[in-house]
């Protein structure tokens, strides 16, 4: 049974009060299944933006406690973009053969950040410095088996962290990164290659929706490829 309430005590401490520029005061607690099988998934901080701005009014519109626990208000929907366009979900299921509504997810970053024109920017090092501070304090409460990193930024939160456990890198799959690479093969060709994968697309067709088909097949296979050497 995970500390529901040790991991909101210890997000209350972390409230910045508009400390750097944050869209959002509250850092937050992870999505936890009640079925978790201990596997959690880190990406790397929401999208915060002018176009997002629904969700953020949203939020605007919850009190403390429910904008710590804003992630999995609804079973559709996380709030963490690339598992929730299923990205993630088809990479987790391939590479670690387990089930993606038993895993738990959240960000690195607990905070996030706009620029110019109230665009989206990747968090500052004072707010990376201070998610690991945070994780720290919660990864002593959840125990998690293995810690799953989607990109660079992610990785060194935790490592920063002090976090001992096992941990898995995964690169992060950002749309334009993917599409440059994903369009050199073949989908037959990478799901002939990586049975892995294309059991788990079969059983589950929706997450290739929305778009991006290719990007989130190339991305399990990458999944895939680099786990091999932690299950070996």
């Known amino acids: 049974m995970v500390d529901v309430e040790g991991l909101i005590s210890t997000c209350k401490k972390y409230v910045l009060n508009d400390r750097n520029s944050v869209v959002i005061s509250e850092p937050y607690i992870p999505y936890i299944p009640e079925n978790w099988n201990g596997v959690l998934v880190l990406a790397e901080s929401q999208n915060l ?11 605007c519109n919850m009190s403390t406690d429910e904008r710590i626990q804003r992630l999995g208000y609804s079973p559709e929907f996380v709030g963490v973009y690339p598992w929730d366009d299923g990205s993630i979900k088809l990479a987790v299921e391939a590479a670690l053969g387990v089930s993606a509504s038993q895993v738990a997810v959240s ?122 050497k932690y299950n070996s």
């Open 49 to 59: 933006s002018v176009g997002n701005s629904d969700y953020v009014q949203s939020l």
């Open 107 to 228: 960000n690195a970053v607990l905070w996030s950040q706009r620029g110019g024109n109230d665009q989206n920017v990747n968090p500052d090092l004072d707010l990376q410095s201070l998610s690991s501070e945070v994780w720290s304090e919660l990864f002593s409460i959840l125990n998690p088996k293995v810690v799953v990193c989607c990109g660079k930024i992610s990785l060194n939160v935790v490592s920063k962290s002090g976090w001992k456990g096992d941990k898995v890198l995964f690169r992060l799959p950002a749309k334009t990164a993917m599409s440059r690479v994903s369009g050199m093969f073949t989908e037959n060709d990478l799901l002939k290659r990586y049975p892995e994968v294309k059991k788990v697309v079969d059983n589950n067709p929706s997450w290739l929706s929305g778009g991006y088909r290719q990007n989130k097949i190339f991305f399990a296979c990458h999944a895939v490829s680099v786990t091999s």
